[in-house]
């Protein structure tokens, strides 16, 4: 079933990227840097958005806070990226969820580890395989894809929990 998920995302994203002004030598890793920008913008700016007093919000007692969404994320960026690389994540420091400024902080530091992780991808290196969570070996297209994945689904959750508190999420605000 994740093969088959996977395999409908690649025929998703495959044709957007040939159709996107990119160039020809790396157009799916290129693809995935750019996706990785976007949301990586776009989960700043949420962070940055929330007021510090809201940062215990959860919407019902089995979701996260939103502080802990945003540590969440940072703690998967810094794992994730470091197999896609191979290089090590620096240790952070355990953070308080209601911590707004050390929990942006710490995410701003994810995305950057991450997107030094992603310029290193180049096409022809996606089919090799990297260590994964519980142990697996999957490749390095599979967990870069898993990356972006998680950072839009966080992204859409994180949006609604700034709609609940009277607040437009960044891509729906007016440029």
């Known amino acids: 079933m994740k093969r088959l998920i996977w395999i409908s995302l690649f025929c998703l994203v495959a044709p957007m990227a040939s159709r996107a002004q990119i160039p020809a030598d790396n157009p799916v890793s290129t693809k995935l840097r750019q996706i990785l920008d976007s ?4 989960l700043v700016a949420t962070a940055e958005l929330m007021p510090a007093e809201k940062y215990s919000y959860h919407p019902t007692q ?9 540590d969440h994320v940072t703690e998967v960026n810094n794992f994730a990226c470091s197999k896609i690389s191979g290089v090590s994540a620096r240790e952070g420091a355990k953070l308080n969820e209601t911590d707004k400024d050390k929990l942006v902080e710490a995410l701003k530091a994810s995305m950057d580890f991450c997107k030094q992780a992603f310029s290193k991808l180049a096409d022809s290196s996606l089919g090799e395989t990297v260590p994964w969570f519980g142990g697996r070996q999957v490749t390095r297209v599979s967990a870069s894809l898993e990356v972006t994945n998680d950072l839009i689904d966080h992204y859409a959750a994180l949006a609604v929990y700034l709609r609940l508190n009277g607040l437009l999420p960044p891509t729906a605000q007016r440029k």
């Not at 089995?62 to 945003?70: A, H, L, N, P, V």
């Open 62 to 70: 089995e979701q996260m806070t939103f502080g802990k969404s945003i």
């Open 39 to 42: 949301y990586s913008k776009n």
